[in-house]
């Protein structure tokens, strides 16, 4: 069973920086596609940014073109989300998933229920 863990979420001023990490124990990354999706409080979880197993084709919501950048490390069995730019509409709780190649990452990342794999979160918070 793939398992998943992210780190690296907090607290920052609007304006600031954070990179997330999503690591996994037992089993390698570079078999699968990986989506960040992130939730906000009475708001439905939504695709962040994905990433193909190969790191190849990347996908993201229009809300964080030009600041996050989605990338990978399969030596270090690692994905990473840097944030730059952060807004207080970018306060989460932010998750990392995975899934078998099936579909286009661009299909892909707007279909959470595609994910087979989910870490347990990560608080960002973003003070205005």
């Known amino acids: 069973q793939l398992q998943i863990v992210e780190s690296g979420g907090g607290l920052v001023q609007s304006g600031g920086s954070l990179r997330l990490s999503c690591a996994a124990s037992?089993?390698?990354?570079?078999?699968?596609?990986i989506g960040w999706f992130r939730q906000a409080p009475g708001k439905e979880r939504e695709g962040v940014s994905c990433i193909n197993r190969s790191g190849t084709t990347t996908r993201y919501a229009d809300s964080v073109k030009g600041r996050f950048t989605i990338s990978r490390d399969n030596a270090k069995n690692t994905v990473y989300l840097q944030m730059n730019s952060l807004k207080p509409e970018d306060t989460a709780v932010y998750y990392c998933?995975?899934?078998?190649?099936?579909?286009?990452?661009?299909?892909?990342?707007?279909?959470?229920?595609?994910?087979?794999?989910w870490g347990q979160g990560t608080q960002v918070t973003v003070s205005s």
């Open positions: 998933a995975a899934t078998l190649p099936r579909r286009t990452v661009q299909a892909i990342c707007v279909m959470p229920l595609m994910y087979d794999y």
């Open positions: 037992s089993y390698t990354l570079d078999y699968y596609d």
